[in-house]
């Protein structure tokens, strides 16, 4: 029992932060309360005629007390105590110079000191100050009666003063104890929530922090922030901090935080313009927003950002994203290893070109647009996705790619040739030969046909057939036309028996895809767009090799929308090019930058893929012929010397040799039919 009332009375030894300032501003208050006493004092025995001079000398030797151990004592508690003896020595002061009709009030001072000595919050100072009470009323009860009471008090009367005292002393300490517990204690323990909090944020492997609405950063916040972005200063705006590391996320928050504080859209909208990733140090995060507002008002009082580290999980979906292609690239090569592999070489010629060579930014375009097209179709999204980057980066620019970008292009296939040697092996690509054929040769044998007729006829196996050529194009024709929401198309393949060198038209074929492309996504329109215009749900695309006079013929046919010459030639107007004829307008279609597209996508709308495969096509000595009719359909024809495909069945070095010199005699760009 008693040793629960001295832990009761005595605070434990340690001494908070919060307590030492509090006590601290409480002492000087009371030493200042000490200070004005003299005056008074000197007042109160002048009125009792008791001695001015001794009432000054008497509360000025009290005060040397309190004012040594405002100077010289470390702890407040003690300065508290002196503080308590020295209020009740004040009383005895007060109460002999006040000798008189009113001496028996003046001893209210001890009393109310006494219950002011609680704002200590600490018990030892009212104990403190209580004995020192009970001390001088008893000597001087004795020694010096008239100093405590004007008349001649029993022992009786006495005692009920002392019980009084004792009254108020243990109603004062308990005030004391419960505002040390509930006030300085509360902050102990805050202080320890604090400290708890501060050990989760220093150890969470998640980034918190909050901004005020300037948009400067709290001093508390998880300590793996700066571990991730660098050291915080006092004061750092969220915008400055994290614009070190990265200039456009800071430029972009900057923007939807302002929106946000604007309060013209809603919250949710704003807050969903504000940027969600970062790239930095080779590691990848997401960012999470969480608005405070001001007690249940609408206006924002604080932001909580929430930052996670996803690199496991960009990672992981990184190396899905490359098993499913490498599983697409598989498929491809097993159905057409021939195929993939005249792609594959074709890609690495164009990558090399892009990275070695310093083209203008024109031809740089269309060979970056022709990678992105034909990697699409063979499954290579990683390669076509940042082809569509590099292009978009160039075309809103106005520029050629850059060093980094180059190597970025380079370092990119280059793995991707590597995870795919193992695969695609370093055999030449096999040609193929259909049943007909064989059974062609074998009845020029049983004939006795002779030597040379029969060499011929096996070197033209060497060509490749457009029999295998035209069905690869529909299948990536159909696969497109299901992606862009244009249903199950209809292919027509008509491939006549024609075979063609693969080196000689190697160039001209990869930049053909954007001709299948275009006649997908700009010519044949959606099911319900052609039941709306009365045409049959199913859209239909033709693919011909053939010869006509004195011409070998290339076409693709749609029976789609047909050609808006007169936004062909509104779009040739605003590039600054002729639009006069319709001669004008076939060769502003074939420019580059003219596309009648309403938006660009990652598959057509930039108006650099025609004007890639009309250069080739020129390349190769032919020229390009187009009809179309509105609502009737779009028939693309690349017309070349009939000697290209004559001459195709001679496919030894001197026959594939006269093939690679022969050109039209003045071949004309463009022709309107």
Request: with cysteine.
């Amino acid at each position: 029992m008693f040793k629960k009332l001295i832990d009761y009375l005595v605070l434990p030894e340690t001494i908070s932060d919060f307590e030492r300032g509090y006590l601290a501003r409480v002492n000087q208050i009371g030493f200042y309360f000490f200070l004005i006493h003299p005056p008074i004092f000197m007042a109160v025995a002048a009125l009792a005629g008791t001695g001015v001079f001794s009432a000054l000398w008497m509360s000025l030797v009290v005060l040397v007390g309190p004012f040594v151990a405002m100077k010289r004592l470390e702890n407040p508690r003690h300065v508290s105590m002196v503080h308590g003896v020295t209020a009740m020595l004040m009383g005895a002061i007060l109460v002999h110079f006040g000798q008189g009709q009113v001496q028996i009030e003046m001893h209210f001072y001890f009393f109310v000191l006494l219950a002011l000595l609680a704002v200590t919050a600490n018990p030892m100072v009212v104990v403190a100050a209580a004995v020192t009470a009970a001390v001088h009323h008893t000597l001087f009860y004795f020694l010096l009666p008239q100093s405590v009471f004007n008349y001649d008090a029993q022992i009786w009367v006495v005692g009920i003063h002392a019980l009084f005292v004792v009254v108020e002393s243990v109603a004062a300490c308990y005030v004391a104890r419960s505002f040390f517990d509930n006030v300085i204690g509360l902050e102990k323990k805050v202080a320890a929530r604090t400290a708890d909090m501060r050990l989760l944020l220093d150890n969470v492997e998640q980034g918190f922090l909050t901004i005020d609405k300037e948009g400067v950063m709290a001093d508390e916040r998880s300590a793996i922030v700066e571990k991730w972005f660098g050291v915080v200063q006092g004061g750092d705006r969220w915008t400055d901090y994290i614009g070190r590391v990265s200039e456009e996320t800071a430029t972009w928050f900057e923007l939807a935080w302002e929106s946000l504080q604007d309060g013209f859209m809603p919250v949710e909208v704003s807050l969903d313009q504000l940027p969600k990733k970062l790239e930095h140090d080779e590691r990848h995060y997401a960012f999470e927003y969480k608005p405070l507002f001001e007690g249940d008002g609408e206006e924002i009082d604080k932001l909580l950002i929430m930052i996670h580290d996803i690199t496991a999980d960009v990672e992981r979906e990184q190396a899905e994203a490359m098993q499913r292609e490498m599983m697409a690239v598989v498929d491809r090569i097993l159905r057409d290893r021939g195929g993939f592999l005249e792609f594959f070489q074709e890609a690495s010629d164009i990558i090399d070109r892009v990275v070695a060579e310093r083209d203008d930014v024109v031809l740089t375009k269309r060979r970056v647009h022709t990678l992105k097209g034909n990697c699409a179709l063979f499954g290579l999204k990683s390669i076509s996705s940042l082809c569509h980057v590099l292009e978009q980066q160039m075309i809103e620019e106005d520029r050629n790619l850059t060093e980094t970008e180059r190597r970025m292009l380079r370092k990119d296939w280059s793995e991707l040739s590597s995870r795919l040697a193992h695969i695609i092996g370093d055999r030449p690509p096999a040609f193929e030969v259909d049943e007909q054929e064989i059974d062609e040769l074998f009845g020029a044998l049983v004939k006795r046909t002779s030597r040379r007729e029969l060499a011929e006829m096996m070197v033209r196996w060497k060509g490749e057939p457009m029999s295998k050529r035209l069905p690869r194009l529909a299948e990536r024709a159909q696969k497109l036309a299901q992606r862009l929401g244009k249903g199950d198309i209809i292919v027509d393949v008509e491939p006549g028996d024609i075979r063609l060198p693969r080196e000689l038209w190697a160039h001209f074929w990869s930049a053909f895809v954007h001709v299948i492309r275009n006649a997908v996504d700009h010519g044949i329109e959606t099911p319900e767009d052609r039941l709306a215009a009365g045409k049959s749900e199913v859209g239909t695309l033709t693919l011909a090799t053939y010869v006509e006079e004195n011409d070998f013929v290339i076409e693709v046919a749609d029976d789609g929308h047909g050609i808006n010459w007169d936004a062909v030639a509104d779009k040739a107007r605003s590039q600054g090019l002729p639009a006069e004829s319709r001669d004008d307008l076939i060769a502003a279609l074939l420019s580059d930058g003219v596309s009648t597209a309403e938006r660009v996508t990652d598959t057509s709308g930039r108006g650099v893929g025609m004007a890639a495969v009309a250069a080739a096509c020129q390349e190769q000595g032919g020229f390009v012929a187009v009809e179309s009719e509105r609502g009737k359909g779009t028939s693309w024809q690349f017309r070349f010397p009939r000697e290209m495909a004559e001459l195709a069945a001679d496919l030894s070095p001197w026959g594939v040799k006269r093939l690679s010199e022969l050109k039209f005699t003045q071949p004309p760009t463009v022709q309107a039919v």
